[in-house]
């Protein structure tokens, strides 16, 4: 929505108290009676300020025309153009009122001033429901503003919240990575000890075939003897061990 600091707020606020004050003459001039001295002066008055009015507005309608060949440079809209244009037909047709109304003068049965006032009146309500208009749209223009910046606010949270999930998960697959590598080596170590238990088993099972075939071979006598070779050998590996 146009800032209310924009030039055609500001000189559109001017015209409209000028209107105010134009009607609250006018309906002086009605109560006033005719062919006197006083209302020839104000009828004058009113004409007068009418002439003021419809200039200032002719010069607002201008800017419009010149705001209209480049919307997008001054800030707004098709739909903010054409309001500024009602406005200101309203404002023209109220003081065209006044005016015809004046100059047409009072008849005996106040015909035409009653039209007059009658066309004030619809002219006054068209007016306000456009001012009403106005504010319901810029009330669903910040409603919308607000709702759409919340929009906003709830994705980037959900943004980061998703930023935070995937680092999560990284650092939860580079933990499962590392302990896979782990089970690998372990495995790999197993692996390789029950490969030399299974060479000892082997070399152990030799040297029992070679012993027990070596033991068949020699006999009673000679397992004896070997027993008691060991027997002395040990004595000796005692004493040099442990007496020496």
Same mark, same amino acid.
């Given at each position: 929505?146009?800032?209310?600091?924009?030039?055609?707020?500001?000189?559109?606020?001017?015209?409209?108290?000028?209107?105010?004050?134009?009607?609250?003459?006018? @309906?002086?001039?009605?109560? +006033?009676? &005719?062919?006197?001295?006083? %209302? #020839?002066? /104000?009828? !004058?008055?009113?004409?007068?300020?009418?002439?003021?009015?419809?200039?200032?507005?002719?010069?607002?309608?201008?800017?419009?025309?010149?705001?209209?060949?480049?919307?997008?440079?001054?800030?707004?809209?098709?739909?903010?153009?054409?309001?500024?244009?009602?406005?200101?037909?309203?404002?023209?047709?109220?003081?065209?009122?006044?005016?015809?109304?004046?100059?047409?003068?009072?008849?005996?049965?106040?015909?035409?001033?009653?039209?007059?006032?009658?066309?004030?009146?619809?002219?006054?309500?068209?007016?306000?429901?456009?001012?009403?208009?106005?504010?319901?749209?810029? @009330?669903?223009?910040?409603? +919308?503003? &607000?709702?759409?910046?919340? %929009? #906003?606010? /709830?994705? !980037?949270?959900?943004?980061?919240?998703?930023?935070?999930?995937?680092?999560?998960?990284?650092?939860?697959?580079?933990?499962?990575?590392?302990?896979?590598?782990?089970?690998?080596?372990?495995?790999?170590?197993?692996?390789?000890?029950?490969?030399?238990?299974?060479?000892?088993?082997?070399?152990?099972?030799?040297?029992?075939?070679?012993?027990?075939?070596?033991?068949?071979?020699?006999?009673?006598?000679?397992?004896?003897?070997?027993?008691?070779?060991?027997?002395?050998?040990?004595?000796?590996?005692?004493?040099?061990?442990?007496?020496?």
């Amino acid at each position: 929505m146009p800032s209310a600091q924009d030039p055609f707020y500001v000189v559109k606020e001017e015209i409209q108290e000028s209107i105010d004050k134009l009607q609250s003459s006018f @309906h002086q001039w009605e109560r +006033i009676s &005719s062919d006197t001295g006083e %209302q #020839l002066h /104000l009828t !004058k008055e009113l004409i007068a300020t009418c002439g003021s009015i419809d200039w200032q507005v002719d010069e607002l309608d201008k800017a419009i025309s010149v705001a209209a060949r480049d919307p997008t440079w001054y800030g707004i809209d098709e739909v903010e153009l054409e309001k500024r244009r009602r406005w200101t037909s309203t404002a023209r047709a109220q003081v065209g009122a006044v005016k015809n109304a004046v100059e047409a003068g009072k008849d005996s049965t106040g015909t035409s001033v009653n039209g007059m006032r009658r066309e004030l009146m619809r002219l006054a309500n068209s007016q306000e429901t456009d001012r009403s208009n106005q504010y319901a749209a810029q @009330h669903n223009d910040d409603f +919308i503003t &607000s709702e759409s910046d919340r %929009q #906003l606010l /709830l994705i !980037k949270q959900q943004d980061e919240e998703l930023d935070e999930l995937s680092a999560s998960v990284e650092r939860i697959g580079g933990v499962g990575l590392t302990i896979h590598e782990e089970l690998l080596a372990q495995e790999k170590i197993v692996d390789e000890l029950g490969m030399e238990m299974d060479s000892t088993s082997n070399r152990l099972d030799f040297v029992q075939k070679k012993v027990a075939t070596v033991m068949k071979k020699a006999g009673v006598k000679g397992q004896c003897m070997m027993i008691v070779f060991l027997l002395v050998l040990f004595i000796i590996l005692f004493v040099l061990v442990f007496l020496t």
